[in-house]
């Protein structure tokens, strides 16, 4: 594949030998992250036709060591104008390397201009400012875990903890959802290691006959999410408060008055409280313990032209987000996002007067980029998004548009 083929490609490079390690030693769920059609698709268009030196962004180093702790993002922002162009840094390797998500710490990468076109490449070996060395072994077998040192696509721990914690419900769903109906002693607010009571909905006992329901999430009363534009109520924000778990089931008993008459009295659900984000009260709503998965990000342009607002910030009545927080935006996968695809985030335009013309007219000046945030959690009519850059505060109402 000669120069003006090639593109700028692969910061997945590496060795055949380095990935037959890489599979060694990393979980199977690690080895299968995901690669879509389309992404494939761009690595291999970008391979034939290359990537012009005007999508470098304007400071690409000559050469870049990967290094622990770093993204796939961030490396991807190093080298272009658009990180989330990720996949046409991969096509230069789409015959050896197979997944463009697994990249490692001492590789140097090095920036090959030239021939209307730009490529990276691997240093190499001795090159290398972290060669591989030689270890002799007594012949007896010996066994150990090895880290998986592979980099992630992008830095998930920033929104790890709203993968289950927040959701989005309908009315409907929060009214029907079983409830904490009473706890010990009369207590109204409940924490880490309380017992309480709960019923199911509409009369339907809460019953431990399901393995993933003995575990709920306790959340409080559900606050509406309005289009900005239309004033439409999409859905529901539930506020997280704690984790229960369900000891015995709803019942029913036969009790006698104080005039010797029979009637059958309900026996509500015991849960214990085994964690609380914040106080925990009698009113508050169940929903079962969502099941763990293994979630992979991989940032890509929505395709066409695709709009929103921002809805609200997350965990805070403040009007403003910075950098890292999470967001609700007011698109989801009925207009076609899904996790990972990013945005650009638009700050409105002042309104101002043209003091130079007697007649005074009214400005509005353009809409301009202000930073980008990657959806990571959509449902049906809202989605979760993470501000992944900004050069401003961010604010509710503040527009989205795919970027370009």
Known sequence: MTTNRLALAAITIATRSALALALAVTPAWAQELSVSAVQKATATETAQKGVPPGDLAADAPASYLVKGGDTLWAISRLFLKSPWRWP?????????????????????????????????????????ESPVTTVKLSPRIRSS???????????????????????????????????????????VLLTRGDRA???????????????????FRVYRTATALKDPDTGEVL??????????????????????????????AIVPATIDIVSAKEEIRVGDRLFPEPVRMVQTYTPRAPKGTLEGRIVSVYGTAVVNAAQNQVVTINRGTRDGLEAGMVLAILKNGARVTDKQDEERP?????????GLLMVFRPFERLSYGLILEITDSVRVGDRLAAPR
């Open 145 to 187: 875990p090895l880290p998986d040192v592979a980099l992630p696509t992008l830095n998930a721990n920033s929104i790890e903890p709203f993968l289950t914690e927040p959701i989005i419900i309908t009315e409907p769903e929060y009214a029907n959802a079983p409830r904490i109906v009473s706890a010990q002693e009369g207590r």
């Open 88 to 128: 046409e840094l991969w096509g230069m390797n789409l015959s050896e390397i197979k997944n463009p998500h697994r990249i490692y710490p001492g590789q140097r990468l090095e920036l090959v201009r030239g021939n209307g076109t730009a490529l990276l490449r691997v240093a190499s070996a001795s090159a290398q």
């Open 235 to 264: 859905g529901y924000e539930a506020a997280y408060t704690g984790l229960a778990t369900l000891v015995r089931s709803e019942t029913t008993t036969e009790v006698t008055d104080t005039e010797g008459q029979r009637s059958t």
């Open 197 to 215: 009571y709960a019923r199911g909905p509409n009369g339907a006992p809460l019953m431990d006959d399901k393995a993933r329901e003995k575990q």
């Open 362 to 370: 009214l400005l509005k000046l353009p809409n301009e980029r202000n």
